[in-house]
């Protein structure tokens, strides 16, 4: 086999090991939505900072107040949401393969003293 041939050979096994990977990783994950805003106007939260514990997946909601991971490992997930001047809040889901768990925030202002 010519060097040339190896490294097609090799690229080609590469690809199908991403491909199988990431076939795998689909159908061992789920997705995860809502939306956050705040309890007492009910105004929605834009750039609300939602993170799962234990994972590197971390986004910012919209305008409208939504945040999205449409790939999240399947099993029990614990999601944090922060948003400056507001106490933050955390939540226990479970998401399951290939399905879209859903969970909305409604951020109360801390109690004046």
């Known amino acids: 086999m010519t060097p040339t041939n190896l490294f097609r050979g090799a ?6 090991i991403a491909a199988l ?3 795998c990783l689909a159908q061992n994950s ?3 939505a ?8 009910g105004e929605f939260l834009e750039k609300a ?6 994972t590197a ?11 999205a991971f449409p790939a999240v490992p399947a099993g029990p997930a614990r999601v ?3 948003f400056t001047g507001l106490p933050g809040e955390t939540a226990a889901l479970a998401v399951a393969a290939s399905q879209t768990a859903t969970h909305d925030f409604a951020l109360a202002p801390a ?3």
Do not use: H, M, N
């Open 57 to 67: 997946l971390e986004t910012l909601t919209d305008a409208l107040g939504q945040y």
């Open 11 to 16: 690229l080609r096994t590469g690809a199908f």
């Open 34 to 41: 809502g939306r956050v805003s705040r309890a007492d106007t």
């Open 30 to 32: 789920g997705s995860l």
């Open 21 to 23: 990977a990431a076939t």
């Open 111 to 113: 109690a004046a003293k």
């Open 49 to 54: 900072r939602v993170t799962i514990e234990g």
């Open 80 to 82: 944090k949401v922060f």
